[in-house]
C-alpha cells in the first residue's frame, strides 16, 4: 500500500471588500484512490503581508487591491 498526500487550493473567493476567503484541501490517497479529504480555511484581508504566499495570491492582490481597500481594511482593525 502507497499512501500519498495532495495540497491544493480548492476554491479562492474574492469579497467586494478586496477579502481573499481561501479553502485549502488535503487529499489522501491509497494507492491512487482517495480515501480521505479535509479543509483548511483561511482570509487574507487586503494590505496583509503577502510576501509568503503563492504567485497566484500575489498576482490577484496587486489586480485587485486598491489603496481605498488596503486603508479601509485598516481602519477596520483600529476599531478592534
Do not use: C
Not at 484581508?45 to 503563492?54: A, H, L, S
Request: proline residues 1%; neutral net charge; without cysteine.
Amino acid at each position: 500500500m502507497a499512501y500519498t498526500k495532495q495540497t491544493t487550493f480548492d476554491a479562492i473567493t474574492i469579497r467586494a471588500t478586496g477579502h481573499f476567503e481561501i479553502r485549502m484541501a488535503n487529499i489522501v490517497y491509497e494507492d491512487g484512490v482517495e480515501i480521505a479529504k479535509n479543509y483548511h480555511r483561511r482570509v487574507i484581508t487586503p494590505g496583509d503581508d503577502i510576501t509568503n504566499e503563492t504567485q497566484k495570491i500575489k498576482s490577484l492582490a496587486s489586480l485587485i487591491w486598491t489603496q481605498a481597500m488596503i486603508d479601509a481594511a485598516q481602519a477596520a482593525r483600529a476599531l478592534i
